[in-house]
């Protein structure tokens, strides 16, 4: 059985810092891409960094330069250090492990909350 569980997320104050982590029970974890999405209060949930089974990475302009997504094979472990974070990366920050179609696993996400 597929289980994703994300940690790490909080209450912190605006320009502070969270690392997220996301443990992965998935067989042929490097061969999946793994990506953090976010979803805040009445909006859609959005795709926020993702990284490829072959290490390359993307984000979404709203956290370029912020946000480093960062995946550990051996210990089939996905991270997401937020740096600079601002009262509108508030939502529930979810980790989604996919390899290709119909292969789309998702945790039960974790809440960050920016406020001062």
């Known amino acids: 059985q597929v289980q994703l569980v994300e940690s790490g997320g909080g209450l912190v104050q605006p320009g502070g810092s969270l690392r997220l982590s996301c443990a992965a029970s998935?067989?042929?974890?490097?061969?999946?891409?793994m990506d953090w999405y976010r979803q805040a209060p009445g909006l859609q949930r959005e795709l926020v960094a993702s990284?490829?089974?072959?290490?390359?990475?993307n984000y979404a302009a709203s956290v370029k330069g912020r946000f480093t997504i960062s995946r550990d094979n051996a210990k089939r472990m996905v991270y997401l250090q937020m740096n600079s974070l601002k009262p509108g990366d508030t939502a529930v920050y979810y980790c989604?492990?996919?390899?290709?179609?119909?292969?789309?696993?998702w945790g039960k996400g974790t809440l960050v909350t920016v406020s001062s």
């Open positions: 998935l067989s042929f974890f490097s061969l999946h891409n």
């Open positions: 989604n492990a996919n390899r290709g179609p119909g292969a789309s696993y």
């Open positions: 990284v490829t089974s072959g290490g390359t990475t």
